[in-house]
């Protein structure tokens, strides 16, 4: 079986290139997992039927690699100005604390005694709960990771991995 090469990865789809594909493809199952690479290195794996060369085919967002997602984060904030402008300095601190206060939010919408899973909406539409102010967190976090051209998706990989071999509550007692 020869190298399997892909072109790219964007918003969900993957365009197949490789003339050797074409022996592959005629030996996949009906349906059968395919893992993808994209101009960056980044991997993701979708279930897919049996293709023909060349074919299209979708990556569900739920298989999206954290960077693909930071990404879209960072794309969103560069159109609202939550990023540093031409020749700033990216704000970390600030960054920083803005995580620390949509985390602080979802300890607020507990203390105010909503349930984790209770989503409720602003008059404006927004939803609001744990399950958002935790969801915002996130947000900030990959942007700022996305901002800072951290591959997050790599470096969270690689801790879990780790705290994979460490003991029991990291040999604390909370």
Known sequence: MGAQKYRHLFLGEVTLWDESLTKIWDTLPLESFVTVIDAN????S????TLEPFETIEIPASQRSLNTLA??????????????QAGEETNIDRHLMLIVGEVAEAQEELRSGHGVHEVYYREDGKPEGFGMEIADAIIRALGLAAELELDIDALVRDKMSFNETRPYKHGREF
């Open 41 to 44: 290195g980044e991997t993701a």
């Open 71 to 84: 990404d879209e984060i960072y794309e969103n904030n560069v159109r609202h100005g939550f990023t540093a």
């Open 46 to 49: 979708a279930k897919v039927r």
